[in-house]
């Protein structure tokens, strides 16, 4: 390992090094190496960084070091251009910010309730992450205060303007006091970027690591199709690459749903997201891909951005995107902080002079097997009591393997929700769980239970 990448190199506390070492993170990766020194400086910074690169630690280390923990007052504000996003933001800082207790991050997001977040802007927090939407909420209605700001955060502020947030940030920028240190991270410089920097920043760092992210890892491949075999390409694509699992982009939402249809009636498991989806149903798919009890996620642009899926295996571009901005984000979904990953494109007679796919013209052959079936190693049981009830992942654990009798290994990831717990069992496992939850209880207490799918 080299030393020049080490956190060790930065002024940090004791505290801080030795809880990077318990979350593993052992080294920085570049986007870390380069800004963090300016970021500790109290510099403003202009950083492109793609997704995946870890743009959280580059500015969450830097303010957290700089934090008042006694004071209890909003001292950072992070925005985010999605709920998802911003929640993915807030779970690592709370892994960074263990090297201290009591440092209280709050995020405030559209989508969910209003009064659990008066809450807990009324018991103080140091950090709040959010979407512009919801913070503009509260600036309104007084419940946040950004007086005692010392550091705001943008990122991914590209998809933020793209999403058209550009008013409603400058809104949230009224507020803030007269000093402070702005950390601006974007995949991309368009121009509306580098206009953003000059009317907020001051002296702005500008740093870009791109050029080295390039090489981290992702396999490109790109393939001739037709509309009529279109389809069959991309099943011969998970024939032939078998990946774990894969994100498929589309660029609609018919055409998402309609591709997640397709695919299952060939006994190929997929599930597609989309904007038109309800926030509870969103859940459930996420949930079940996050889980393994699907192995394919059909998305559009909109719906995939800030989701943060680790292991990614594969990203396949079914439609084409229109920019070469798109196919980056996508494709910077798998081989995220240095894992190998494929990335397959679908090139139609629409895209045939796009300059990339000449660029990338590796040919393989691709694998046909008619009888090809790809179903997940789990399924997802949903039991109708969670944080409300009290019930920790721990309880439901002990019930099914201690009364149940069902191996702990065949037991995946479970996530408590407020009202809904999820759990993921190997599919053979599915229906002897099932029995003995429908009879059983868990904590002294009966359940209701069912099955996604
Ligand atoms: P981004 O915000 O750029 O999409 P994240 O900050 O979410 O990326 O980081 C992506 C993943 O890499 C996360 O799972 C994170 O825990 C991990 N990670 C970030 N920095 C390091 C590091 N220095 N060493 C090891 N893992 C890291
Ligand atoms: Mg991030």
Redesign the pocket.
Known sequence: MSDENSFATLPLSKEMLENLKN???????P??AKSLPYVLEGRDILAQ?????????AFGIGLLTKLDIKKFDIQSLILCPTRELAE??AL?LR?LAKFKHNIKITTLCGGVAFKPQLNSLRHKAHIAVGTPGRIIAHLDKGSLKLDNIETLVL?EADRMLDMGFMEDIQKILSYMPKKYQTLLFSATFPDDIITLSKTLQENAISIKTMDIEKTNSVKEHFFQVNSNDKFQTLVDIFTTYKPKNSIVFCNTKIQAQELATSLRDKNIDALAIHGDLEQYERNDVLIQFKNESCPILIATDVAARGL?I?ELSMVVNYDFPFTKETYTHRIGRTA??GKEGIATSLIDENDKDIDMVLKYSDIKILKNDRNFSLQPKNITLVIEGGKKDKLRAGDILGSLTKDGGIPSDMIGKIDILAKQSYVALHRDFIEKTFRYLKNGKIKGKKFSVWVLK
């Open positions: 979350i593993d993170y052992l080294k920085m990766t986007i870390q960084a793609k997704t995946g690169s870890g743009k959280t630690a993915q933001v690592e892994k990122d943060d680790k995220r902080a």
